[in-house]
């Protein structure tokens, strides 16, 4: 990495956090707050550097007077929704905002300078996103909602989860599909023209000037516009580094999982020890630990704003009524369905049925199936309990049937007991489902 | 099950010596066990030299887990019939060790009682669904079966490949009871049908569930050469 010189180094650092910032990170911070990469304003910051040497005091003041910012909400990876040209365009803005601070501090600048740069910044963005993660628009965009979820998971919090998880979304950068490749062609073309239109502009604009400083200038701008083009070649070289760092973090949270695995089951194994004498609070605990490893296996928890899901209500209420009765219930679900108003009425009657399996089932596991395939949804609650005969129900159980009976019914369903002595007890719940 | 002439020689294959202990004393005096083993390379070799009838095979093991058992037994030759036995719930594993070659699966935290039927059933060449695993079933086969099924009346799965791909009504219907929790001669009285015509069907499921090339199976096998 000693291709670039320090200031300009932007390879390694653009995948990392605060704790990983340049200098005095102002323009990572710029880059989080505008939501663009930090390459990309270093790399106009460091334009106005070289042009004037400006770059480098509206640095130092912006490192003065800019707060330093607590650590990111999310990370600068994850902001793929806007297009590699708006994102161009927006570069070309920000170049030119520099350029025109430049001026009010009363350096010469002539225009001369500042559209060619603008030009340059444009095509520079355009021909650098796609080495970094970003040539696929809105690739990595699916990451975004559960980032940046609020006060949400253990993962949250910890700069070090942040940075591991902020980088992995940078990886595949592969174009999937034809339309993809043309897309990425047009847009390297769209660059490469742009940084040379900047450096013809540039040249032409200022031939009238002395000829020393034409020679200079003419070489910065074949030194600039040589370095535009041959970046991603270097990129690309510091890229492969980043893609071990990036297996070396996943081959690091494989081995957390295991110790969160471990951990859990150890642990759960530990008190099932040490509370053999009571069988109920032993299955209680094996099945909650089985119940939050699964999920966290699976990685099921479901993002903020999603909307809910039939088999994750019943499963959310199978383990209450397993936390609060001590009776094994366990969900079976095939298909799945969102929850309108009268599937929350399905989920109420169900919990109720389980809460009455649980209680009069003998202690017997409850067997939950729900099917949500063509046209309706049913759910079968089941226990092996003693069973009742229809016609001698008891007293105390007629106002439960009545809650499940009754609710499905005010909601266009139907719900049935089925029961005989010995026999255990099942409740069927069907409800029509409303068209999509 | 009383026509099983002599109790089936069993090897437990867990990695979690807790594990084998237990199950161990809760299948004692019901099967013969043969003895178990902790990691995949101690079940290959057992499984040579003891020549179990079944084993009752953890899914997730270091060194590949159960399906590499499955694997490595079946490179050797005359392998036993295997029951998985595990508490992942997650499909692709499920899926997974059954297409491997399992006769069954059953989740750990199944009865001692159940677990012995479970293990004579599978000796006797049945298979064994959990409603866990007849949820999947019903999951992987749903929607409408191909049209070429249909068209052919697929009702009785004529062995042509289509049929594999598609549960007939009445396979259905036995899944949907399993995964609610139905014995097999509970069901067989609910359909009026003989215990052993229930067996037939979650047989031919069971190979079905083997063989098919359906979608949702291959998805969750690729899921799982992911994780691993």
């Known amino acids: ?436 | 099950m009383t026509s099983v002439p002599a109790a089936p020689r069993v090897l437990i294959v867990d990695d979690h010596q807790l594990f084998r202990a237990g199950v161990r004393s809760e299948l004692e005096g019901r099967v013969d066990i043969a003895g178990d083993a902790a990691t995949v390379d101690d079940a290959v070799r057992e499984i040579a030299s003891l020549a179990p009838d079944v084993v009752l095979l953890d899914v997730h093991m270091p060194d590949g887990g159960g399906v590499e058992v499955i694997r490595r037994a079946a490179a050797q030759g005359d392998p036993p019939r295997f029951l998985a036995l595990s508490v992942s719930d997650a499909a692709e594993d499920v899926i997974a060790v059954i297409r491997a070659g399992a006769r069954g699966y059953v989740t750990k935290s199944i009865s001692g009682e159940e677990l012995a039927d479970a293990v004579r059933r599978v000796h006797e060449g049945d298979a064994v669904f959990s409603p866990k695993l007849a949820g999947f079933v019903l999951d992987a086969f749903a929607g409408a079966p191909p049209a070429e099924a249909l068209a052919g009346g697929g009702d009785h799965g004529t062995g042509d490949d289509p049929a594999l791909d598609h549960l007939t009504p009445r396979e259905r219907e036995v899944l949907r009871h399993l995964a609610r929790g139905y014995l097999y001669k509970e069901i067989a009285l609910r359909l009026g049908i003989s215990t052993k015509t229930v067996e037939a069907h979650v047989s031919a499921v069971l190979r079905k569930l083997q063989l098919s090339n359906r979608h949702e199976l291959s998805r969750w096998a690729v899921e799982r050469r992911l994780v691993e």
């Open chain 1, 1 to 436: 990495m000693a291709t670039t010189p320090a200031p300009t180094r932007p390879g390694p650092v653009l995948r990392r956090d605060v704790e990983h910032r340049m200098l005095g990170g102002v323009c990572a911070g710029l880059a989080r707050h505008i939501g663009i990469d930090p390459i990309i304003v270093r790399v106009a910051f460091v334009a106005a550097a070289t042009a004037g040497g400006v770059g480098v005091v509206v640095y130092l003041l912006a490192w003065v007077f800019l707060p330093a910012g607590d650590a990111p909400a999310a990370p600068v990876w994850l902001r793929t929704s806007r297009g590699t040209i708006e994102i161009a365009v927006g570069i070309a803005f920000l170049a030119l905002s520099v350029l025109l601070t430049f001026r009010a501090f009363g350096l010469l600048f002539s225009d001369v300078i500042v559209w060619p740069l603008v030009l340059v910044a444009a095509g520079a963005a355009l021909l650098w996103r796609q080495w970094l993660g970003g040539g696929l628009p809105g690739g990595t965009v699916h990451r975004a909602p559960e980032r940046a979820a609020p006060g949400g998971d253990a993962a949250g919090p910890r700069p070090a989860d942040r940075s591991a998880a902020g980088r992995r979304p940078a990886l595949p950068a592969a174009p999937a599909t034809p339309a993809d490749r043309a897309a990425l062609v047009s847009r390297t073309s769209l660059g490469v023209a742009l940084v040379i239109a900047a450096g013809i502009a540039f040249l032409s604009a200022t031939g009238s000037l002395s000829a020393a400083r034409d020679v200079v200038l003419s070489v910065l701008v074949v030194a600039v516009v040589l370095a535009v083009i041959f970046f991603p070649w270097v990129l690309r070289l510091v890229r492969s580094l980043t893609e071990e760092r990036a297996e070396r973090v996943r081959s690091q949270e494989r081995a957390e999982m295991a110790a969160h695995l471990h951990d859990s089951v150890l642990q759960t194994l530990a008190l099932v020890q040490q509370r053999s004498d009571d069988p109920r609070a032993v299955a209680a605990l094996a099945r909650r630990q089985e119940r939050e490893l699964r999920a966290w296996l699976s990685r099921r928890a479901p993002a903020a704003g999603d909307p809910p899901r039939l088999a994750a209500a019943l499963e959310t209420a199978a383990s209450e009524v397993e936390r609060d009765h001590g009776v094994a219930v366990e969900v079976v679900a095939v298909g799945d369905a969102d929850l309108d108003a009268p599937g929350e009425a399905l989920v109420a009657a169900a919990r109720e049925a389980m809460v009455n399996a649980a209680k009069f089932g003998g202690g017997s596991t409850v067997d939950v199936y729900a099917e949500a395939l063509d046209g309706e949804i049913q759910v079968y609650v089941r226990d092996r309990g003693p069973g009742f005969s229809p016609d001698d129900l008891p007293a105390d159980r007629r106002g439960v049937r009545e809650s499940i009976v009754g609710r499905m019914a005010r909601h266009g369903g139907k719900g049935e007991i089925h029961s005989a002595p010995g026999a255990g007890t099942e409740v069927e719940l069907t409800l029509p489902r409303s068209p999509a």
